[in-house]
């Protein structure tokens, strides 16, 4: 079984449960961690990291020196992560792309369309429905990134890091529906990646 830690973005616990059952109901050992637990090297002990959504906003000066840990957590560790929602934004923000405040806001299941191949997408539709809850959007890359889908909503609903195992994605998949269920399946091909 592989061990993710899961980062909690979050100012209490009860918004990350949900992400921590989906991964473990696709193989994940789950251990939790705030940010305060964040330091240098933290991460590289576990087979991956998924960093949460968070209510913050990654253009207020404020919550840059609230993550600042966070980030160079990140771009510290070789290990695999996954971004979500806010989590994709801090990624994106750490290697230089630019976030944005979205004045109209989302909070919908959206259209996404997958632009690439990628092991994130195995045996799933180019077309998947997913859930955003948001804000903010990633407007431009980071260099050297490529994007791999593009929402009815974000212009880049996911990343992927050049020469690493580093994925963000600005739905957060683990609000999947039974009608919907392409976000479980999105969380369980980054977990297989980790084997």
């Known amino acids: 079984m592989v061990s993710v830690l899961v980062v909690n ?15 473990r ?12 637990d964040v330091t240098p090297g933290k991460f590289d002990s576990y087979d991956g990291v998924v960093l949460s959504g968070s209510p913050d906003m990654m253009t207020h000066p404020r919550t840059v020196m609230k993550f600042r840990p966070e980030v160079e957590a990140v771009m510290d560790s070789r290990a695999p992560m996954l971004g979500v929602c806010f989590g994709h934004q801090l990624m994106a923000q ?8 979205d004045p109209r806001g989302v909070k919908e299941m959206v259209e996404t369309k997958v632009l690439r191949e990628d092991p994130l997408f195995d045996r799933l539709p180019t077309s998947l429905i997913l859930m955003e809850s948001r804000h903010e959007v990633v407007r431009t890359l980071p260099d ?33 529906t039974k009608r919907h269920p392409e976000g479980d399946r999105l969380v369980g091909n980054f977990v297989r990646m980790l084997r």
């Open 9 to 23: 973005n979050y100012p209490g616990r009860e918004r990350v449960l949900a992400l921590e059952r989906c991964l």
């Open 25 to 36: 109901g696709n193989g994940a050992e789950v251990v939790p961690a705030e940010l305060k």
């Open 94 to 101: 750490a290697f230089g792309g630019e976030v944005v405040k």
């Open 144 to 176: 050297g990134f490529s994007l791999l889908a593009r929402s009815a909503t974000s212009r880049i609903a996911a990343m992927k890091h050049p020469g690493r195992l580093l994925y963000g994605i600005q739905s957060h998949p683990e609000r999947f």
